[in-house]
């Protein structure tokens, strides 16, 4: 229990690890200057869990309209990354359900999610985590075996 007056709050999101035949893979970027943790920072596309709603659906759902990329999950077990946020006003406690997918079809369009600021394919080989949310490399790194190469 804390007691320096923080909010506390628990956060379950998933992602989608989305892999192309040419071994790139989706990130996008946030859109989000009241959540300086987020803001600007690429990462896999995904977002919170509706009230009742199937992770494997949210999933798909997600990444449809951060970037209007259509996927097929290449497992429905998804990895785990868990961590702990200190922000100026509560403690976040975010949990992150990581899904292995591959591109089925559409093209990369950010215009439906005014937290995206941006999406592209990139080098599986040549991420730059730096500029990365956190949470990115660790699921990037249990999700590796998934390459379609």
């Not at 999101?13 to 071994?23: H, K, L, Q, S, T």
């Not at 992770?55 to 798909?60: A, G, Q």
């Given at each position: ?33 009241q959540t300086p943790y987020a803001h600007d920072k690429w990462q ?22 951060e970037t209007g990329i259509d996927i097929e999950l290449l497992s ?74």
């Open positions: 229990m804390k007691c320096d007056g923080k909010k506390q709050k628990r956060i379950v999101a998933v992602v989608g690890v989305v892999f192309d035949v040419n071994n790139k893979v989706l990130l996008s970027q946030r859109n989000q200057p896999f596309p995904g977002g919170g869990m509706e009230f009742g709603e199937d992770p494997i659906e949210t999933v798909k759902r997600e990444v449809k309209e429905e077990k998804p990895v785990l990354h868990s961590s702990n946020l200190s922000m100026p006003e509560e403690d976040i406690h975010l949990v992150v359900l990581g899904f292995p997918a591959r591109y089925v079809s559409g093209e990369i369009n950010v215009s439906a999610d005014s937290e995206t600021k941006d999406a592209k394919w990139c080098d599986a080989e040549k991420i730059d985590f730096s500029v990365c949310i956190p949470e990115a490399e660790p699921i990037f790194k249990k999700l590796q075996e998934y390459r379609l190469l």
